[in-house]
């Protein structure tokens, strides 16, 4: 008999990754998207998995507790995976009411579904190390308390401890994945690696003069996609459920990163002025590439975040192997290609 899993997000970046990996251990998934009335399958078809007989693409929303009930019935899961979340911290703040309600409120869904439904059911939260936000300690790991920044980062919260609630008074096998960034060719236009890499690539085939970035003091902790969801697997193989901490232990700029992308396309740049007025330069020719939009800045910033898997190596043989550098340039390479054919992701 096959595993059945369920995937909400399967349209996001992590749900494409994780259905990859579970249909090739053997499971049949069930992909949650939501009704829009553009759908964009664009991920799994690029990962070569929209046809394959054991995905099941399936119409949820996470805010409707009718949906997520008749979700959980229909596909009889072994396990669960929380993926879907208005997930973009800068638009939570302009969204802040929709993003608890999908983010925060629409995981309680699930659990209340699971609860009702089959309480053996395992079940996985997508939590982030956003909810460490004005950070604690330095690196931040299971223990740090948490200072959330964002209408984004308390929603988490919320979801995050409704999680261990309901493992501590249902007994639910229910694991908080607490993920620091990860990134890859599949990552959102609207996240700033992503919109780097993207932006270096239309520079240098000539389809943009320079790219416009917030905060470029930011520091974060960036790993690759495909290796986290491998983790949120094996935290529900473990024996008991628990919460995991998921990061690299290493922290970039964002201008660290936008020098790393340049550098993947073969050009290389010089950073010059301060402040609002600090722009970077193409060192060949002088030509401005990339300047300041304070636009981009947010309300309430979450200026470091540096992560220690040290359980997760411990406990689930879980550790990153991909550097930050070799990410980058598999993001620009993908980057180069796509808009070098006219591609719209
Ligand atoms: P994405 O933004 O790429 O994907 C989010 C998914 O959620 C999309 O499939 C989106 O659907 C779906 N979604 C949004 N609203 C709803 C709704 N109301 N009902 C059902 N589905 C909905 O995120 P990632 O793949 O990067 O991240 C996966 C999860 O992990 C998210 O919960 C995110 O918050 C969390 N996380 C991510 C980290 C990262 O660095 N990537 C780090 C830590 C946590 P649609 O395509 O229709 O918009
Ligand atoms: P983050 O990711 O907020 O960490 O949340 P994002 O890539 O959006 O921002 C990272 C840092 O870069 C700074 N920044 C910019 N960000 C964006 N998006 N656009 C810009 O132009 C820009 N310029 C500077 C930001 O201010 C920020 O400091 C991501 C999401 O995937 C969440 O869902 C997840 O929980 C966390 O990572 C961990």
């Known amino acids: 008999m096959k595993k059945h899993a369920v995937v909400t997000g399967i349209t996001g970046q992590d ?15 069930y992909g949650a998207y939501r009704r829009t009335s553009s759908v964009n399958f664009w991920r799994i078809e690029e990962l070569g998995i929209q046809n394959n007989p054991d995905l099941h693409l399936v119409e949820h929303d996470l805010t409707d507790l009718g949906s997520s009930i ?4 229909d596909a009889a899961p072994d396990e669960v995976y929380n993926l879907a979340a ?20 629409g995981t309680l869904h699930l659990l209340e579904a699971i609860r009702l439904v089959n309480p053996k059911i395992r079940f996985y939260q997508a939590s982030t190390s956003e909810m460490f936000g004005k950070v604690q300690a330095i690196p931040q790991t299971e223990e740090t308390p948490f200072y959330p920044r964002s209408p984004y980062g308390v929603a988490k919260l919320y979801a995050h401890w409704m999680t261990i609630n309901y493992r501590e008074s249902y007994d639910i096998f229910g ?26 690539a239309k ?24 290796e986290y969801v491998d983790g949120m697997w094996r935290m529900l193989q473990a024996e008991e459920p628990d919460t995991y901490v998921l990061a690299t232990n290493r922290t970039e700029t964002v201008r660290e ?14 950073f010059k002025g301060t402040g609002d007025s600090e722009f970077a330069v193409d060192a060949a020719t002088g030509k401005t590439v990339m300047r300041i939009n304070p636009a981009f800045y947010r309300p309430a910033e979450v200026e470091l975040l540096i992560g220690n898997p040290a359980k997760a190596k411990a406990r689930l043989n879980w550790e990153p192997a991909t550097t930050l550098e070799q990410l980058c340039q598999l ?12 591609a719209s992701f």
Not at 15 to 29: D, H, I, M, R, T
Not at 259 to 270: D, L
Not at 331 to 342: F, H, I, K, P, T
Request: proline content about 2%.
């Open 15 to 29: 749900g494409a990754y994780l259905a990859e990996l579970l249909l090739a251990k053997g499971y049949v998934v």
């Open 70 to 73: 008749t979700l959980i019935r």
């Open 175 to 200: 694991c908080s994945g607490i993920l620091f960034n990860h990134e890859s060719p599949l990552r959102g236009r609207e996240f700033v690696t992503r919109k780097i890499t993207d932006g270096v």
């Open 331 to 342: 993001m620009v390479e993908a980057d180069l290609r796509r808009n070098a054919q006219g």
């Open 86 to 105: 208005q997930s973009f911290v800068g638009v939570s703040f302009n969204q802040p009411i929709a993003t608890t309600q999908i983010t925060g409120v």
């Open 257 to 270: 990163f936008v020098a790393m992308a340049f550098k993947s396309a073969g050009i290389a740049i010089e």
């Open 203 to 226: 520079i240098k085939l000539g389809k943009l003069d320079v790219l416009e970035l917030g905060n470029l003091d930011a520091k974060r902790d960036w790993g690759f996609a495909k």
